[in-house]
């Protein structure tokens, strides 16, 4: 059935009374050379063969001092951007996404400051540009207020990572000018369906 609908949480509760180890305890993840503690409530892409190519296609290429990764997850992208610059701020506002950054960090040893803010937040109070943005929003995309922030700051590059084309494009229009698309791709992580994930690199005009 398709549906737009979130599965409800009495779901899950019922698949409990059946498997008793979906109880609500952390589990580990090994992706992008990298392990990563995922609880109930944090967000996690769910195609494991194409995850390690989603993260290698955003950061691969990507080098410097300082790094922000907004709407940073569980650290999908902040773990590897770690290992590239020698500071990574990673901005999340759920308090189970925050909590597993925060063990993923620490467990990792990386060069990470977990930040708990919504991302339009952070970004009012940041006043000098890193070197790189990465920005990995919901479907309901970056919006009015951590655009302009954006504009304002005006980071030599930065990332966008987006599960839907029609908000990508709304942010896009309104960046394009002061930053330029270096490299666009798209990496279908949901074969069949309408729906996949677009990487646009772009750089500072």
Same mark, same amino acid.
């Given at each position: ?114 930040? /708990?803010? #919504?991302?339009? $937040?952070? +970004? %009012? ?6 070197? @790189?943005?990465?920005? *990995? !929003? ?5 919006? /009015?207020? #951590?655009?302009? $922030?954006? +504009? %304002? ?6 990332? @966008?990572?987006?599960? *839907? !084309? ?13 930053? %330029? ?25």
């Amino acid at each position: 059935m398709d549906t737009t609908r979130p599965i409800a949480a009495r779901f899950f509760e019922w698949c409990q009374t059946l498997i008793p180890e979906l109880a609500g305890v952390p589990i580990e993840y090994k992706a992008a050379e990298h392990t990563f503690r995922i609880s109930r409530g944090s967000f996690f892409q769910v195609n494991r063969f194409l995850v390690d190519a989603l993260v290698q296609e955003a950061v691969g290429i990507v080098a410097g001092r300082t790094a922000v990764d907004l709407y940073a997850g569980v650290g999908l992208f902040s773990l590897p951007l770690s290992t590239r610059f020698e500071r990574v701020r990673a901005v999340e506002r759920g308090g189970p996404a925050f909590r597993d950054l925060e063990s993923n960090a620490q467990a990792a040893n990386a060069p990470i400051e977990p930040v /708990k803010a #919504a991302s339009d $937040e952070f +970004l %009012r109070r940041l006043q000098t540009p890193p070197d @790189l943005i990465l920005a *990995d !929003p919901p479907r309901a995309g970056l919006g /009015k207020q #951590a655009t302009a $922030e954006l +504009l %304002r700051l005006r980071a030599p590059k930065m990332i @966008l990572v987006s599960c *839907d !084309p029609s908000t990508l494009s709304r942010d896009l229009r309104k960046l394009l000018g002061t930053y %330029r698309i270096e490299r666009l791709t798209m990496v279908d992580l949901f074969p069949q369906t309408y729906h996949f994930e677009l990487v646009v690199h772009l750089a500072l005009n």
